[in-house]
């Protein structure tokens, strides 16, 4: 069977934002089990890096309107003849819970600024070979520290991004939902359409193409040239199929 490879392509800034935030996020949960030195500086490489995109732009005020959206389309779906209305209805109590739990949490990232082993970390990470022991010995001790109290301090962390993770993961889901692959085909590795208010683009190809989608577009319009991983021997075929989904 055929291996399939899925493309996320955001369309404004604010959804190109959001799958950052989801990429660190992923990568923060993944890393959380602190036993070394190298799986502590994945964790506060990741911290840090999370802490820089929420530093851009009004990320709360953006996700609380994208959830009152997400209601507004509920709503309208559920004049919809045929639609599970009890589902509709606990997906929006589940959107308006997400903003109140958003609406009475702190500044996002502040409890993480505002740790001391955060910051003396982040101040270390942009230097070659700054976290090592002699830089860094407060972190060199956490590290000798029970693991059980690593692990707590940890969670606690994580647990002040509990109020954005939620919210977003949510939004996320929904506007994945919102778009249905459909089977496209492009000609000389080049394919366009119009996007009237999407704000992702899902693409599918098959491995084996050994073909890469890059994607140029904005609120309005975008297009897609497929070119070749192997820039020197590889081909773009005259007819490609690949599926596709504007959500």
Request: include cysteine; charged fraction near 25%.
């Amino acid at each position: 069977m055929s291996k399939i490879v899925l493309f996320e392509h955001p369309l404004n800034e604010k959804m190109r934002t959001w799958l950052r935030i989801e990429f660190l996020l992923q990568q923060l949960q993944a890393s959380i089990n602190i036993t070394s030195h190298l799986t502590a500086l994945t964790f506060f490489r990741n911290i840090s890096e999370l802490l820089d995109v929420f530093e851009r732009g009004e990320l709360r005020t953006e996700i609380l309107k994208e959830l009152e959206r997400q209601q507004q389309k509920l709503l309208a779906w559920s004049d919809v003849p045929g639609v599970d209305i009890q589902r509709v209805e606990a997906l929006r109590q589940q959107l308006k819970s997400r903003a109140s739990e958003l609406m009475a949490a702190p500044r996002i990232g502040q409890a993480l600024r505002e740790d001391r082993l955060i910051a003396l970390v982040r101040q270390r990470l942009s230097i070659p070979g700054g976290c090592c022991s002699f830089d860094l010995p407060t972190l060199h001790v956490w590290l000798h520290l029970d693991q059980s109290l690593r692990d707590t301090q940890v969670a606690s962390w994580m647990d002040t991004l509990d109020p954005l993770r939620q919210s977003l993961l949510m939004i996320l889901e929904l506007i994945r939902q919102s778009g249905v692959f459909r089977h496209q085909t492009s000609l000389n590795g080049f394919y366009q359409d119009n996007a009237e208010g999407a704000d992702l683009l899902r693409l599918q190809l098959p491995l084996e193409a050994s073909l890469y989608p890059q994607v140029s577009g904005h609120k309005t319009r975008y297009a897609i040239r497929f070119l070749p991983l192997d820039s020197e021997r590889g081909e773009i075929p005259a007819r490609l199929d690949f599926e596709l989904a504007c959500c």
